[in-house]
């Protein structure tokens, strides 16, 4: 018999610390209005010096168990997405099941930079699948913050520290309709950051306007495969769920799918560009507030460094 993965529960967390496009004006050469305009971005979080992704991701993480009730020892697989590790080792995936004294799942991260949490759920759907796990915790957890150079007005306008996490079971019911997930190392250069042990520091270095025009394209291409995957039109999907990004690679990707941004969950404004958490983080938002309702269909895509890229459709 192969079971879909039901989501069960959702959580999130933001750090206290907001910044806003007015603070960051008084240290770079920028202003609310160039940022507003360019991003949608308004403010972002930003994690204190005693919290770290798997700290955030236990906050996040708890809440989704808290939502699904179940006991947390029934989780078999932890997936943890975050290019901003506590550390190199032990995984963050391991601190977080020490930080939840869960004894008997098996805890790993992923590295996909702002597709991790997409990368994630498609890896926790394989294992569900196949039987070999019944319940999987996937948290997307970054502290941004770290891996930005703030003197870089270019690059520290977009991002923001937090914890997306989600909970999926085993289910005779639909869950996840199908997952798509690629990547292309030929894009290294523009977007990347070198890890402490080369010359360079470790900040993030990014080709914007590039990596823009790439993104808005391979998304849109994403979304087609996953329609034509599950034999779907654009008026199926009831929710978009996008990586926060840029509010106009946003629009774009509603366009192609022909939904008003009223059908799309947007977090930017306030949260800026998570990385792994973002899809997650949304996705969380949409369903606490009660726009996502059971049985409706939802689209959740990304798109970070690497390339890397995907999509998970989700009867929810
Ligand atoms: N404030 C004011 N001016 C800025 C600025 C800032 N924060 N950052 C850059 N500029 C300037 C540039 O120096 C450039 O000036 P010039 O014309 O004198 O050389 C001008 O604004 C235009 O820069 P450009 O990079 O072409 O702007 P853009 O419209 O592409 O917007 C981004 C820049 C970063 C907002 C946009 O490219 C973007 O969002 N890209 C995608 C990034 C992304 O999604 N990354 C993560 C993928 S997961």
Redesign the pocket.
Known sequence: MTYYSKVIGTGGYLPEKVLTNAQ?SET????DE??YE??GIKSRRIASAEETASSMAEIAARQAIEAAQIDPESIDLIIVATGTPDRVYPSTGCLLQRRLGIKHAVAFDIQA???GSIFGLSIADQYIKSGAAKTVLVVGSEACSRIVDWTD??????FGDGAGAILLTASEEQGILSTHIHSDGEYEEL?YCPTSTEQQAGYIS????E??KV?VNTLGRIVDETLEANELEQSHIDWLVP?Q??S??IAATAKKLKLSMDQVIMTLENQG?T?SASVLLAFNEGVRDGRIQRGQVVLLE????GFTWGSALIKY
Request: with cysteine; proline share 0%; net charge positive.
């Open positions: 960051l770079v050469d920028t202003s160039w940022i360019r991003t930079a702002c597709s007005r270019t690059t520290c306008i977009l977007l990014m080709r914007g306007n990596v823009f993104a990586h990004a840029n106009r690679i560009n990385s990304a798109f970070g460094a």
